[in-house]
């Protein structure tokens, strides 16, 4: 286990933060969604690269309880969102202008798993795997926000729910909560979700929208992957089984039923089988 912590051979750029750590903290604290994105890209560049150390949260500061955003949208409790259709115009604006304010969430959850279990002792192949997610959730956000300029409406021009960030603050103390609950279930609740839509956009001509769907589903299929690999790690490290501790961190985290159908063929490719799931669904369902 090496910390990576900074050294020979690493020379961040002036322009870029301090360290990796430091680099997550800018993204999430960032209210500017274009410099969340741009942050996104720039830090994960530097990385891959081997331009960036580490870091830690004592040098370079924690991890805020909640993410800079912009004014808007107006944030409402998800009992008070309108339903999303792909049906009209402004039904279809209403999905993607939702899917894009799912994606900003996904690029702060990832970042914020970066950067706030950076004093875990964890090989170099963890930071590599969810900095290619918050590239990729980065990246998401900016088709969705592209496919709404297109449609002459912008990100902010219709309201949104605040419960995913609830997650991530239910679990910020407990790494293995946290990957339970971002990418084993709200994740993986994208792989049964998203084939349908991306069939009901074709249904409807919308060509363009549902290649955007098919590029946040084939990435979401890695990034459940990389959530069950990581999950089994640290029960492995501490020696209790990933199915049973599964069932405990969501019945005390996640509110609400996991809710079928499942699309168990992608849930396996990802390496999520049925027996960490379908108990709970039947438990809470």
Sequence with gaps: MTSHKGGAGIRPSSSLPPSLVAGARAIVTS?????????????????????????????????????????????????????????GKSGRLALIHSLAHIELNAVDLT??????????????????????????????????????????????DMPAHDGLWEAAQNTGNDLAARLAIIPLVLEARGLDITPPMIEKARGIGDEDTARCLEVIYRD???????????????????????E??????????????????????????????????????????
């Excluded at 956000?141 to 990100?155: E, I, N, P």
């Design 31 to 87: 209210q500017d969604t274009s410099e969340k994105v741009r942050l996104a890209y720039a830090v994960s560049k530097a990385w891959f690269q081997r331009e960036l150390g580490l870091g830690s949260p004592t040098r370079d500061g924690s991890m805020p309880d909640r993410p800079g955003r912009p004014d808007k949208p107006v944030l409402l409790a998800p009992r008070d969102m309108p339903k999303r259709s792909l049906t």
């Design 220 to 242: 979401e299929k890695n990034h459940v992957a990389f959530g069950a690999k990581w999950f089994r790690f640290l029960c492995d490290r501490q020696g209790i089984r990933p």
């Design 111 to 156: 970042w914020d798993l970066i950067g706030r279990f950076a004093h875990i002792r964890l090989p170099r192949s963890y930071y590599d795997d969810w900095v290619r997610v918050g590239l990729e959730e980065a990246k998401h956000f900016s088709m969705l926000q592209d496919r709404l300029t297109k449609l002459d409406a912008a990100y902010g």
């Design 244 to 285: 049973p501790a599964f069932h405990a961190f969501v019945r005390k985290h996640f509110r609400g039923a996991l809710k079928p159908p499942f699309n168990d063929r992608a849930r396996s490719e990802a390496g999520l089988t049925p027996g960490f799931y379908k108990p709970l669904a039947r438990l809470t369902g």
